[in-house]
C-alpha cells in the first residue's frame, strides 16, 4: 500500500536535488559562458528519461552531446563538465556508504560498494597526479588517439582532453565553496526524498534499501527502472504504479519547466544565480581563438610540449578575463573585446616573431602619443617572445567605417579631414629624410618581388592565374601576366622617386582610425590604432596608399562578403561597396590633389597596388575559401591604375 502524501513529498525532495544539480552543473560551466539555463533543465530531463530504461547511466551520453551542441565551446567542453559533475557523486556516494559502514550497517552490498566508491576516487587522483608527473606522455598520447580521425572530429578530440585538463586543473576559476554547498543541499535533498520514498511504502522498505539498490555496485549495470524493481516484497508490487510516478513526474516536471514563458525561466535563472550582470556578456572561452585552423594550431602545439612557454603565458595571459568579442582581423595578432571585474578593455597579443613586432608597434603608440591621438595602453606584459596590452574602451567610440555610414556623410568627412590634416602637420614632419636607394631597392624585392613570386606560385590561383584575362562579376578586366609594366622596377623606382621619408602610422586603414561620438573639437574627435613599422620604405604615401585600399579597393567590403565563385575565368561575388564610399574617396582624391602633385598623387595609387601584393600571401594562407576573391581585387585596382596612367581609360570612381 502506498502512502501518497509521503510520496508526494519525495517526488517534491527529488525535484529539488535535481534543480540543485542543474545549478552546481551552471556553476561549473559559469567560468567559461554563460549557463543556457532552459537546455540545462532540458538536457537533465533528457539523460534521467533516458536512464531510466537505459543501464550504465547512458543518458549521461545523451545529455552531454545535446547540451554540447548549444554551447559556444562544443561538446568536449559539455563532457568535461559532466565528467566533473559525476566525479562529485562518486566522491559524495562513497562518503555516505562509509558513513553507512561507520553506523554499523554492513553486509556484502555495502561493503562491495564501499571499496568500488574508494577505488573509484583513489583511482581519478591517482589519474591526476599521475597526469602531471607525465603531462607530456599523456598530452602526446591523446594527440595520438585524435589523429585517426578526420579534421573535425579530431578537433572537437583534442578541444575536449583541452577541457578535461583545464577543468580538473584551474578549479580555481569554479566557485568551489559554492560547488560545495550546492553539492551538501543537493545531496540532503535526494536523501531526504530517498527516506520519504521508503516511508511511502509504510513501513516496508528502508531508506537504506533504497538507497542501495540505486548506488550499490550491483546497481551500476542497471537502469533505474530495473533498480526499483529489484526492492523485494510484496508492498512494493502493489506499490509500483507509485514507484513509476516517483521516477518518471520529476523528468516530466523539468521539461516541463522548459516550455513556460520566458519571464518564469528567466525567473529561475536568477534564482540559481546563474544570470547576474556580469553572466549577461560572454565568458573567457575554452580556446580564445575564433578560426578552428588557429585552434588546431594551439591544440598542436599544446599536445606536442613542442612549446611549453608559449602554452604557459598564452593560459596566464588569458586565465582572469571575459571575452566579448574577437576583433582580429589582417594579421597573426589576437585582439579582442574583454571585461575583467573592474573594467573594459580592448587586449591584443601575439608570440614569436609577431611577439617582437608587436613590442614595435606598442612602442610606437607610446612614442608617438604626444604628437598625434592615440589609443591610450592601459595596461602591457611583454617579455622574450611575447608581447601583449591593453587599451582603453571608449562606449562611444566606432571605427570611420561604422561611423561614416551612420553619420551624414559631411560630418565624417570632416572627421577624417583633420586626421589627414594632423598626420601632414604633425607626424610626417617627424624624422623627414631623404630616401636611402637601398631601403628602396629593399622595398621592391620584398614587398613586390616576393609577394608577386608568391602569387603566381600558388596553386589556389594557379587556374585563374594562367587565364590571358579575367571576367569579374561580369566584367572584363586583364589578368596578372598583361600588366607586369605596373610591377617593373624601373617603372616603380621612377614613380616612387618623389616620396620622401618621415614617421608614419603604416596601416592607415578606415577602421584604425576611431571615431568619438559626440565630440566637437575635431582635434580631439578621433585616435588612431595598430600602426604598423614594418614597411621599409617609409613614406607617408604608404598611409595615403593604405586609406585608398579602402576607399578605392573596397577591401572592408570583400571582409563582408562570405562567398566567392569561380569557374573558369570567371569570378563572381556580392560586391555590395556603398555610395558612402564613393563619396568619402571623391572628398579623399580632392584632397590629395590639392595637396600634392599629380606625381605625387600617382605614387599614393601604386602604393596602394603595393600593400594589394602584400595582403595576397596573408589570405592565401589564412582565408583561402576567399583568396581568389582578393585577388580579383588587386586585379580590379591594377587594371584601374592601368587605365589611368597607361592612357586607356579616365578616372571616374575606380570601376568604370
Not at 508526494?8 to 554563460?34: N, Q, S, T
Request: overall charge neutral; hydrophobic content about 45%.
Amino acid at each position: 500500500m502506498t502512502d501518497w502524501g509521503f510520496l508526494a513529498g519525495a517526488i517534491l525532495l527529488l525535484l529539488l536535488g535535481h534543480y540543485l544539480r542543474i545549478l552546481r552543473w551552471g556553476k561549473l560551466i559559469k567560468p567559461y559562458e554563460k549557463p543556457p539555463v532552459s537546455t540545462l533543465f532540458r538536457s537533465l530531463s533528457l539523460g534521467y528519461a533516458l536512464n531510466l530504461v537505459l543501464p550504465v547511466r547512458a543518458g549521461d551520453v545523451v545529455r552531454t552531446a545535446y547540451v554540447g551542441r548549444r554551447l559556444r565551446n562544443g561538446p568536449g567542453f559539455a563532457l568535461a563538465t559532466v565528467i566533473l559533475d559525476r566525479f562529485l557523486d562518486i566522491v559524495a556516494v562513497a562518503v555516505i556508504f562509509v558513513v553507512f559502514m561507520a553506523t554499523g550497517l554492513t553486509g556484502d552490498a555495502v561493503e562491495g560498494s564501499i571499496v568500488l566508491y574508494e577505488m573509484a576516487v583513489v583511482t581519478i587522483g591517482a589519474g591526476l597526479i599521475i597526469s602531471r608527473l607525465f603531462s607530456t606522455q599523456i598530452k602526446k598520447a591523446a594527440a595520438g588517439i585524435c589523429s585517426v580521425f578526420n579534421d573535425n572530429i579530431r578537433l572537437e578530440g583534442m578541444k575536449f582532453f583541452w577541457s578535461l585538463i583545464n577543468t580538473f586543473r584551474d578549479l580555481s576559476r569554479i566557485d568551489i565553496a559554492g560547488v560545495f554547498a550546492v553539492t551538501v543541499a543537493m545531496w540532503a535533498a535526494y536523501l531526504a526524498s530517498y527516506g520519504l520514498f521508503a516511508l511511502s511504502f509504510t513501513g516496508s522498505v528502508g531508506f537504506t534499501k533504497v538507497f542501495i539498490n540505486l548506488f550499490s555496485s550491483s546497481s551500476l549495470g542497471l537502469n533505474t527502472l530495473d533498480s526499483m524493481r529489484a526492492l523485494e516484497g510484496s508492498a512494493v508490487s502493489a506499490g509500483m504504479v507509485g514507484s513509476l510516478a516517483y521516477m518518471v513526474a520529476p523528468v516530466v516536471i523539468l521539461y516541463a519547466v522548459t516550455l513556460l514563458p520566458d519571464s518564469f525561466r528567466r525567473l529561475l535563472g536568477k534564482t540559481a544565480a546563474l544570470n547576474d550582470a556580469r553572466e549577461d556578456a560572454d565568458h573567457l572561452s575554452v580556446l580564445p581563438q575564433i578560426d578552428p585552423r588557429d585552434q588546431m594550431r594551439f591544440l598542436d602545439d599544446y599536445f606536442s610540449s613542442s612549446k611549453r612557454e608559449f602554452i604557459r603565458k598564452f593560459i596566464e595571459l588569458n586565465r582572469d578575463i571575459s571575452i566579448l568579442r574577437d576583433y582580429s582581423a589582417g594579421s597573426n595578432a589576437t585582439t579582442m573585446l574583454c571585461m575583467d571585474r573592474e573594467r573594459t578593455f580592448y587586449r591584443k597579443y601575439t608570440f614569436g616573431e609577431d611577439g617582437e613586432k608587436l613590442k614595435a608597434q606598442l612602442a610606437w603608440l607610446e612614442g608617438h602619443k604626444d604628437i598625434i591621438p592615440v589609443c591610450r595602453v592601459i595596461h602591457k606584459d611583454c617579455g622574450e617572445g611575447f608581447c601583449c596590452y591593453d587599451m582603453n574602451y571608449d562606449s562611444g567610440a566606432y571605427n570611420m567605417f561604422r561611423y561614416m555610414h551612420a553619420q551624414p556623410l559631411d560630418q565624417s568627412w570632416a572627421i577624417l579631414r583633420a586626421v589627414l590634416d594632423d598626420l601632414r602637420e604633425n607626424l610626417y614632419t617627424r624624422n623627414r629624410r631623404v630616401p636611402a636607394r637601398e631601403d628602396l631597392e629593399r622595398y621592391l624585392e620584398e614587398k613586390v618581388d616576393k609577394n608577386l613570386e608568391r602569387i603566381k606560385g600558388s596553386r589556389l590561383l594557379a587556374d585563374i592565374e594562367k587565364q590571358r584575362h579575367i571576367i569579374i562579376n561580369g566584367r572584363k578586366y586583364k589578368n596578372l601576366s598583361r600588366l607586369d609594366r605596373l610591377f617593373d622596377h624601373e617603372y616603380l623606382k621612377e614613380i616612387f622617386s618623389h616620396d620622401r621619408y618621415s614617421d608614419i602610422h603604416g596601416d592607415l586603414t578606415v577602421e584604425n582610425i576611431i571615431c568619438l561620438d559626440g565630440e566637437p573639437d575635431l582635434s580631439k574627435a578621433y585616435y588612431l590604432i595598430d600602426p604598423n613599422t614594418g614597411n621599409i620604405h617609409e613614406s607617408p604615401f604608404l598611409d595615403f596608399g593604405k586609406l585608398m585600399q579602402s576607399l578605392h579597393g573596397g577591401y572592408e567590403f570583400l571582409m563582408m562578403t562570405k562567398t566567392v565563385r569561380v569557374e573558369g575565368n570567371r569570378v563572381d561575388f556580392l560586391y555590395t561597396r556603398s555610395a558612402v564610399y564613393d563619396g568619402m574617396l571623391e572628398k579623399v582624391r580632392g584632397y590629395l590633389q590639392g595637396h600634392f602633385t599629380p606625381e605625387e598623387v600617382r605614387s599614393i595609387f601604386h602604393h596602394e597596388l603595393v600593400h594589394w601584393l602584400r595582403l595576397m600571401p596573408y589570405k592565401l594562407e589564412k582565408d583561402r575559401k576567399r583568396a581568389v576573391m582578393f585577388y580579383a581585387g588587386l586585379i580590379m585596382v591594377a587594371n584601374d591604375l592601368d587605365g589611368w596612367y597607361g592612357g586607356a581609360v579616365p578616372y571616374r570612381d575606380g570601376r568604370k
